[in-house]
């Protein structure tokens, strides 16, 4: 099964009870990184893919921070799709790269995309990437992002599937915190605010 999230953050202090930006009400980063890492155990196993779009933690440049982060990358499950946020440095990226590791049926731990990738499913296109695109008109066309935690963009076919997306309320059962939206979710989502935008028009 695929899944998708973005902006974990982790390691951010500012996250941390942060009642105005994310909303992140937390006592303190080890909290906020353990119960991500927990909901996505108990959402993601080692046969699924997830593509993480962007801002996975906010470290200094040092190969410490970078062996405590990729710590916490081994106790995910599943594979894991990489696009770049602007908290992502090409340095992290190069030490995850060098540090890869053959997966389940021969494929490795982290696949990496600098702006995005396009996927296909439920008759529909997929641009996944960290900021969000302007489409412009088409019924079939839908952008996943992250970036804008807590806020969402005003267009139809934009989808924020960060932590912090309030597009999470559009779900019957919304995920844990931390943990990925399926694809199911995603296209709740997507039918969802396609039906709220269609009630504006009257």
Known sequence: MLYFTADMHFFDQKMVYSPFFAKRMFLNVAQMNQTMINNWKQTVTD????YHLGDLA???????????LF?????????????????????LFRYLAKHNYQFI?????????????????????????????MLGKGGNRINLHGHIHHASCNTVNNINVGVDS??????A???LFGAPFSQKQ??????KKRQDFQKMQF
């Open 166 to 171: 309030p597009e999470k309320e559009y779900l």
């Open 58 to 68: 906010l470290i200094p440049s040092k190969k410490a921070a970078y062996q405590q």
């Open 105 to 133: 049926n021969g494929d490795f731990k982290f696949t990496f995309h600098d702006v995005g990738c396009l996927l296909k499913f439920a008759h529909q296109q997929f641009f996944l990437t960290h900021y969000p695109m």
């Open 47 to 50: 046969d699924d893919v997830v």
């Open 71 to 91: 710590m916490i990358l081994q106790q995910l499950p599943g594979r894991i799709v990489l696009i770049k946020g602007n908290h992502d440095s090409r340095a």
């Open 186 to 191: 995603v296209l709740e989502m997507v039918d």
């Open 173 to 175: 059962a919304p995920p």
